[in-house]
């Protein structure tokens, strides 16, 4: 994290190549309101103003700060919560350098994506990470079908889906003590204003954008102002132990439960099963080809039918 920190504050003119050697011997928290000054102007597609404005949240975007250009902006997310800002804090950021998708791959997250993290302290038990996990996806879903998309489907964990290709990626990164969290990073990834041309050619049969779906350019600001009211409700009904209901939202948009798919387990223990649901913890219930459930935790879900 120090490295890319420091490579923020170089790019922006905040720190000059011959201070590296003082920057050695500083505490990295030192930069703290360099990175905040950076992170409060307006880039030309993403304004913190237009979204704060009637942004009748509590804690959810409070305080937004936004970038040019970031490694990641679960980095820098996790650098400002490390380094004492509040509950709900928003990182958004035009363009990613070095995003982090799920399962340790990378994320393409060139001009025209929305790419943000919100900063957590919810101060639950570990065991109810997926849990938020799958609330973000509902969340997400919830803002697409408020602009115009019809049925956006969510694939466990927390990839959404319009007519089966990819739109948007989840990644929340958690720090715990003694089995309690003490701070969750969740890095959402929509692929907002974006071509087809502007991904890798083998990702361009799965993956789709809103402005391709919605056949016009969507108002980043609105999106975002719109995903973070959805995001604290649903938020809210997480810590008022609504569980039951976020499962209930989740598995309304299910696009996996009913499938045959492949689980990619631990220790190369792949098998194929039937999804038959999703448990109360948020893991996913898979029936194997001799009639055992199992539960899926973590781990790659590969749809084969
Ligand atoms: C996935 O693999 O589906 C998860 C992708 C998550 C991407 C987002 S973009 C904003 C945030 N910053 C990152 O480095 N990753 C997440």
Not at 95 to 107: C, E, V
Request: charged share 30%; proline share 2%.
């Amino acid at each position: 994290m120090r490295e890319e920190i420091v490579k923020l504050l170089k790019k922006e003119g905040k720190l000059s190549e011959d201070a590296i050697d003082e920057i050695k011997q500083v505490n990295l928290g030192d930069f703290v309101n360099l990175v905040k000054e950076i992170g409060k102007k307006e880039t030309e597609y993403i304004n913190a103003s237009e979204i704060s404005k009637d942004l009748d949240t509590k804690y959810i975007g409070k305080e937004i700060f936004v970038f040019n250009e970031v490694s990641s902006t679960n980095t820098v997310a996790r650098f400002l919560s490390d380094n004492g800002v509040e509950n709900g804090t928003v990182v958004i950021s035009e363009k990613q350098t070095n995003a982090r998708g799920r399962s340790g791959k990378s994320w393409e997250s060139p001009l025209g994506g929305i790419w943000l993290s919100i900063i957590l302290t919810p101060d639950v038990d570990h065991s109810k990470l997926p849990l938020i996990t799958l609330a973000t996806g509902v969340a997400v879903a919830k803002t697409l079908e408020k602009s115009g998309v019809k049925n956006p489907e969510i694939k466990w964990p927390n990839d959404i889906m319009i007519g089966g290709k990819k739109v948007c990626g989840i990644l929340t990164e958690a720090t715990a003590k003694f089995n309690t969290i003490e701070n969750v990073i969740i890095g959402v990834g929509i692929d907002s204003n974006l071509n087809i041309g502007d991904f890798p050619k083998e990702m361009q049969d799965g993956t789709t954008t809103l402005s391709i779906e919605l056949q016009e350019k969507v108002q980043e600001n609105e999106l975002i102002k719109l995903f973070l009211k959805e995001f604290e409700e649903i938020s809210e009904l997480f810590n008022h132990e609504g569980y039951e209901e976020i499962l209930k939202e989740w598995r309304k948009r299910s696009y996996s439960i009913g499938k045959i798919v492949e689980v990619r387990a631990p220790f190369n223990k792949n098998y194929d099963g039937y999804v038959v649901g999703i448990g109360k913890e948020g893991a996913l219930i898979v029936e194997k080809i001799d009639g055992t459930l199992e539960k899926v935790i973590s781990g790659e879900c590969i749809i084969k039918n």
